[in-house]
Structure formats: structure tokens, C-alpha cells
């Protein structure tokens, strides 16, 4: 099992951009996909990017093209979540999750709230 902490959420207003941080207690993190989940009071929680253990595949949720990029950093066992023209439907709890052969596992979750 790792353990996930996120970080970087806040209180912004629209337009504005936020980097969102997720560390790893494990090493073997590096071989791990992960993804970038959020949940809007009253909705679902949905993913809206994900990356390939190596970086090399993204995925992003329509939502969030264009303005969003995932990245990782192996070395620091870290996945980031660059939020750029923040929009007030952004606003949600991001989660990021970790995905391999054997399980997965959520971080406790960082709250953005983005002001009209």
C-alpha cells in the first residue's frame, strides 16, 4: 500500500492558476500510473488526467484540455497537476490516485475553490 499527500489547493479567483502536488511514500511509485480525480459537492468523482508510470501517455478529461497538464517526477516519487484559467467549475475536491498491478490507492484529497 503507499501513501498519498496532496497539496497546492486553495482558494483562487477565476483565471488564476494553481499546482497541484501529490508525493508518494513508496519507491516503487516509479512504476505506478496515476491520475487526478475531483469531486464537485453533489457529483460524482470523475478523472480528469492521468500519466503512464514512464509520462509518456496522458490523458485529459475534455473538461480540462488545454488547460491542465500532468506531469511526474520519479525521482521525488511526486505526480503534479498544473491548473491554468481556472474556472468556477473547477471548484472540487482533487484527489490523486495510484494505480498498479496489485491495487490502488487515494491520497485524503486537496480542496480548490475557484471565485467568480
Known amino acids: 500500500q503507499v501513501q498519498l499527500v496532496e497539496s497546492g489547493g486553495g482558494l483562487v479567483q477565476a483565471g488564476s492558476s494553481l499546482r497541484l502536488s501529490c508525493a508518494a511514500s513508496?519507491?516503487?511509485?516509479?512504476?505506478?500510473?496515476m491520475g487526478w480525480f475531483r469531486q464537485a459537492p453533489g457529483k460524482e468523482r470523475e478523472l480528469i488526467s492521468g500519466?503512464?508510470?514512464?509520462?509518456?501517455?496522458?490523458y485529459y478529461a475534455n473538461s480540462v484540455k488545454g488547460r491542465f497538464t500532468i506531469s511526474r517526477d520519479n525521482a521525488r516519487h511526486s505526480v503534479y497537476l498544473q491548473m491554468n484559467s481556472l474556472k468556477p467549475e473547477d471548484t472540487a475536491v482533487y484527489y490523486c490516485?495510484?494505480?498498479?498491478?496489485?491495487?490502488?490507492?487515494w491520497g485524503q484529497g486537496t480542496q480548490v475553490t475557484v471565485s467568480s
Open positions: 490516485k495510484s494505480q498498479s498491478s496489485s491495487g490502488s490507492d
Open positions: 513508496e519507491p516503487t511509485f516509479d512504476s505506478y500510473a
Open positions: 500519466v503512464s508510470w514512464d509520462g509518456v501517455n496522458q
